[in-house]
């Protein structure tokens, strides 16, 4: 087992923030320029039958004079267009009445499912879970949380782990199903809903977690080293504040450094799942009006619960699916190991993925599907 010397949290990489320097010049060096509007087109995520048809014409043309290398390249492929907006809640919290974001699929009549995404994701990044379980017979819902996604952005919100689980408790309510609720979430999702199981036992019937942080993107004081906490206040107070944060945010959402992000920290362990459509997924609402102020919020906010004081509460079993890869919340190491929440709750089961990321349930869907399904079956049977 590797030590616990340093905590991981989060879906967006604050240590890589720290290791990167505690100066202001290597924080806008971490920030890549803008990108161009060249289209980037990746070989691996053409088609077989494209793929064959271009080594094909190669053939057919090789004892020609001409130059064959074109024959070789693939055409160009547009861009995807992803789907953003689906049904839409009115969350009304405190004085405020917000539009949220959330997709739906599956029987009416199927076992209601919930699904979180983590911190700067949205519901599009259960592209692959949402049609799989919808198909199993499951009624399945992913929801943006407010701030992200499709959602409403607003500027002067206190972005944190309690608001998001107030969300989510009273969308369940909304959603009027009188059946008990599996909620999955990935990372801060995950979180959420430990926290959504504890606080409404009578509506959870099971949590599924993928690779859940140990908190929101902020470190605690506390869990930090000594001598790392002038770099973090210089990081939460200044490179994140309201003078600097603006320039950091521009760099921050360039498509160059959130594809090298999830590539070169490994989050994606299968390189080939870095497609087009994930990183349009994640940039689209970057550019919505707010987005600029939920990201430093949140980014620089307070962290929240941690797993282990929510866990021994958590009446209802619990599933964690992790990768045994992931560089952000190691299942063995860190300040939050997932190997050790069973010591917190004795209805918790581990499924560790071998060669799987952060984001699992992203990156091996069927992986995840095929440890997930029969879980879930059982659960509820057992709730009759």
């Not at 087992?1 to 505690?22: D, N, W």
């Not at 509460?313 to 964690?320: E, F, G, K, N, R």
């Not at 699992?360 to 879930?376: R, S």
Request: proline share 8%.
């Amino acid at each position: 087992m590797r030590s616990r010397k340093f905590p991981f949290y989060g879906t967006l990489p604050l240590v890589y923030l720290l290791l990167a320097g505690s100066t202001l010049n290597t924080a806008v060096a971490f920030a890549p320029k803008a990108p161009s509007i060249t289209t980037h087109h990746h070989i691996a995520s053409i088609s077989p039958s494209l793929r064959q048809l271009s080594v094909q014409q190669a053939i057919e043309t090789d004892t020609t004079e001409h130059d064959t290398s074109s024959a070789l390249q693939p055409p160009p492929r547009p861009t995807p267009k992803v789907q953003r907006h689906y049904e839409t809640f009115l969350w009304k919290h405190e004085q405020n009445n917000y539009k949220i974001n959330y997709r739906v699929e599956g029987p009416v009549a199927g076992p209601p499912i919930l699904l979180v995404h983590g911190f700067g994701a949205n519901v599009n990044h259960f592209r692959y879970n949402v049609p799989a379980l919808a198909t199993a017979g499951y009624r399945v819902y992913a929801v943006d949380l407010l701030g992200f996604g499709a959602s409403d952005k607003p500027k002067d919100e206190t972005y944190c782990i309690e608001l998001y689980v107030a969300l989510l408790r009273d969308f369940i309510q909304a959603m009027g199903s009188t059946k008990q609720w599996i909620v999955a979430g990935n990372s801060i999702g995950g979180l959420c809903c430990l926290s959504v199981a504890d606080q409404s036992p009578e509506q959870v019937a099971g949590v599924v977690l993928f690779n859940c942080s140990g908190g929101m993107t902020g470190f605690r004081y506390g869990d930090v080293p000594l001598v790392a906490r002038p770099i973090l206040y210089f990081v939460q107070k200044v490179i994140l504040g309201p003078q600097l944060g603006g320039r950091f945010f521009g760099g921050f959402k360039s498509r160059e450094n959130v594809e090298s992000i999830l590539r070169q920290q490994r989050v994606y362990v299968d390189q080939t799942k870095v497609d087009d459509e994930l990183l349009e997924i994640l940039l689209g609402p970057a550019d919505d009006d707010g987005a600029e102020q939920v990201f430093l919020k949140t980014f620089a906010g307070l962290p929240g619960p941690t797993p282990e004081s929510i866990l021994p509460t958590v009446q209802c079993p619990i599933l964690a699916v992790w990768g045994d890869s992931d560089p952000w919340t190691p299942v063995d190491s860190g300040m939050h190991p997932g190997n050790t929440f069973g010591n917190y709750n004795d209805k918790f089961t581990l499924e560790v993925v071998p060669g799987a990321g952060h984001c699992l349930h992203d990156e091996c869907p069927e992986m995840v599907h095929a440890k997930m399904l029969p879980w879930m079956e059982r659960v509820l049977a057992e709730q009759g």
